[in-house]
T-cell receptor
């Protein structure tokens, strides 16, 4: 089955700096890569996603890049703000059959004011 | 439009007790799933369903049962609770079983087994 590794497990940045979280996946059939943000005590919520026919996607301060050859994808947050502090999960799934989503182990991001 | 509703929010069980975690969605989503979240381990898939009457096992199915008699409801049953089942449980739903799309999560159930 699919295996998703996520690094780093914790990340501290100064407000205004950029943050980068990296994930690798094992199943070359995976073609959908969402990122979820989970604030303390809350449910995970989608912040951005990318499909395998696209190399990069951007939404305001958030961007995701995908390298299918190397089987890795990354989340980039620019101009970080204290409200970006949360746990971020990457995930991978494929549509070759019934959808099963495999999550990474999460990155706790702390933005220091 | 309530989205995905999970009950209860908190539960304490004694070892050996059984219980059902409820999950309902009102978005007419095909795909529903249950995850458990443990520190440092992310979200692990317990069971999933691609439509009414169809369920399958995920990564960590032992000790849990599910059924999907309607599109809306997907309850998770703990047969005989064990301390290793202490966790936060999330139900999630997605529009399509075949094309991966955004997962909408319930608010979670924090379960403690003593």
């Amino acid at each position: 089955g699919e295996n998703v590794e996520q690094h780093p497990s914790t990340l501290s940045v100064q407000e205004g700096d950029s943050a980068v979280i990296k994930c690798t996946y094992s199943d070359s059939a995976s073609n959908y890569f969402p990122w979820y943000k989970q604030e303390l005590g809350k449910r995970p919520q989608l912040i951005i996603d990318i499909r395998s026919n696209v190399g990069e996607k951007k939404d305001q301060r958030i961007a995701v890049t995908l390298n299918k050859t190397a089987k890795h994808f990354s989340l980039h947050i620019t101009e970080t703000q204290p409200e970006d502090s949360a746990v971020y999960f990457c995930a991978a799934s494929n549509s070759g059959g019934y959808q099963k989503v495999t999550f990474g182990t999460g990155t706790k991001l702390q933005v220091i004011p | 439009n309530a989205g995905v509703t999970q009950t209860p929010k908190f539960q304490v069980l004694k070892t050996g007790q059984s219980m059902t975690l409820q999950c309902a969605q009102d978005m007419n989503h095909e795909y529903m799933s249950w995850y458990r979240q443990d520190p440092g381990m992310g979200l692990r898939l317990i069971h999933y369903s691609v439509g009414a009457g169809i369920t399958d096992q995920g990564e960590v199915p032992n000790g849990y049962n599910v059924s999907r008699s309607t599109t809306e409801d997907f309850p998770l049953r703990l047969l005989s609770a064990a301390p290793s089942q202490t966790s936060v449980y999330f139900c999630a739903s997605s529009y399509s079983s075949r094309t991966p799309t955004e997962a909408f999560f319930g608010q979670g159930t924090r379960l403690t087994v003593v």
